[in-house]
């Protein structure tokens, strides 16, 4: 997967607003595996329908020869299976889910976290906190055959907040530079280093 921040959080200009940009499902490893499955699913579905009616729909090879049961009706199964997929991962990135932003305004004493969700009732997904109610930055690094590199944001009451995205673990340094300057921005401690 792509690499799930952007790199450095933007600040403007009178440096009273501080906001990080984070990529949701618009990666590249997603545009990859969807136009896999779609073309796949319909390799597998055309194979099964060209067993079926013994006319050969695919001009790479010939699977007219193939017995419709049982091979016909697994590959029409498995092509029907990577349609799906292939749909379902083109819809998530037409939807940009998990796409968002974290957002430190010190113009209006708030921290807000945005995300996408999926459509219906719950699709944006807006949090906002003052920024009194923030205590301190927690980093999380967890090494090993699944590593988990996560800034957390701890609010009163309320517990932790990820500001990191799930997906491939960004770099130490990156990590930690990130967690340093949104603990210096706040003025709130940086844990965990």
């Known amino acids: 997967m792509a690499a799930p921040i952007a790199p450095n959080p933007s600040k403007n200009e009178n440096h009273l607003i501080l906001r990080q940009e984070v990529l949701g499902s618009r990666r590249l490893s997603n545009y990859f595996w969807a136009t896999v499955?779609?073309?796949?699913g319909i390799?597998?579905?055309?194979?099964?329908?060209?067993?079926y009616l013994k006319i050969n729909l695919l001009p790479f090879s010939d699977p007219t020869q193939l017995?419709?049961?049982p091979q016909g009706i697994a590959m029409g199964f498995?092509?029907?299976v990577g349609l799906l997929l292939g749909l379902y991962l083109w819809l998530i990135i037409l939807w940009d889910v998990g796409g968002g932003y974290n957002e430190?305004?010190?113009?209006?004493?708030?921290?807000?976290?945005?995300?996408s969700g999926f459509p219906g009732k719950n699709r944006r997904i807006e949090l906002t906190y003052p920024l009194e109610d923030i205590q301190a930055i927690r980093v999380e690094i967890k090494e090993g055959l699944n590593p988990r590199r996560v800034?957390?944001?701890r609010i009163k009451g309320k517990g932790e907040i990820p500001l990191t995205p799930v997906?491939?673990?960004?770099?130490?340094?990156?990590?930690?530079n990130q967690g340093a300057e949104f603990a210096r921005f706040l003025g709130v401690p940086l844990e965990g280093l």
Request: glycine letters at 10%.
């Open 167 to 176: 997906g491939q673990p960004i770099p130490l340094s990156e990590l930690e």
């Open 43 to 51: 390799g597998f579905f055309l194979s099964s329908l060209s067993s």
């Open 104 to 115: 430190f305004n010190k113009e209006t004493q708030t921290f807000t976290v945005f995300r």
């Open 37 to 40: 499955s779609l073309l796949g």
């Open 78 to 80: 498995y092509g029907l």
């Open 151 to 153: 800034l957390y944001l």
């Open 67 to 69: 017995v419709f049961i």
